[in-house]
């Protein structure tokens, strides 16, 4: 052991680490967020240009954003693609600290189900599987799920550029951003409003698209 050491304390060693050192480059300013921006910058394009040219919007949208039920839907899956994005970002630094702070996921769940709640409690018998199936159930996390694809790709790609260090949750924050934001712009083509349709079926394609981030993670992020 003591011989190692003074190896490693040897003049060549020190000039070695010294060249190294001086040999690293400053980060750039923003340069984590420029990374992430530029991943999920072509996979939002994507999504948009898929919904526009293939899903296409509703054909009612100008009178739906005039009721407070759209905005409502679009604000609930915005506030996870949000923490979603928050949550990517802090992850992609080797020195991630606690998470508890995403906690605060449950808040736009539990408002949204308190809404669902009342709309079931005054909704006549008849009319509550309506609430919770609309006529796209079948469809709608499948769809979800499939415009959050181009984003998470996208997101993935920038971090492997970057040096997060917890790959399953890395992984499941990229899939919830990404599922977030394909949640918001499906809504611009779905005509289901109703909050326990919403809290079901987008959020049910929304942990799609986490549980496959989470999945993708450990292969493709390892550095």
């Not at 920038?158 to 394909?182: K, M, N, Q, Y």
């Amino acid at each position: 052991m003591t011989d190692l050491a003074m190896t490693n304390k040897g003049p060549g060693n020190e000039a070695l680490i010294s060249r190294l050192a001086g040999e690293v480059a400053p980060v750039a300013r923003h340069g984590l967020a420029r990374r992430l921006a530029a991943g999920l910058g072509p996979g939002l394009l994507t999504s948009v240009l898929l919904v526009l040219l293939v899903l296409g919007p509703r054909a009612d949208l100008g009178a739906a954003v005039l009721h407070a039920s759209f905005w409502i839907k679009l604000a609930y899956c915005a506030s996870l693609a949000l923490l979603g994005s928050l949550a990517v970002a802090r992850l992609a630094r080797p020195d991630a600290l606690s998470l508890g702070w995403l906690a605060w996921l449950a808040l736009p769940v539990l408002l949204l189900a308190g809404l669902g709640g009342l709309q079931l409690a005054d909704a006549a018998p008849g009319q509550r599987p309506l609430l919770w199936l609309g006529s796209s159930w079948r469809v709608c996390p499948l769809l979800v799920l499939a415009l959050a694809l181009p984003v998470l790709g996208g997101l993935l790609l920038g971090l492997r550029w970057l040096a997060p260090t917890r790959l399953v949750a890395t992984g499941a924050a990229a899939g919830l951003a990404s599922g977030g934001w394909a949640a918001v712009l499906y809504g611009f083509h779905c005509p289901e409003v109703s909050a326990p349709f919403v809290l079901l079926w987008y959020s049910l394609g929304m942990a799609l698209a986490c549980g496959l981030g989470a999945a993708l993670g450990p292969g493709l992020l390892r550095w």
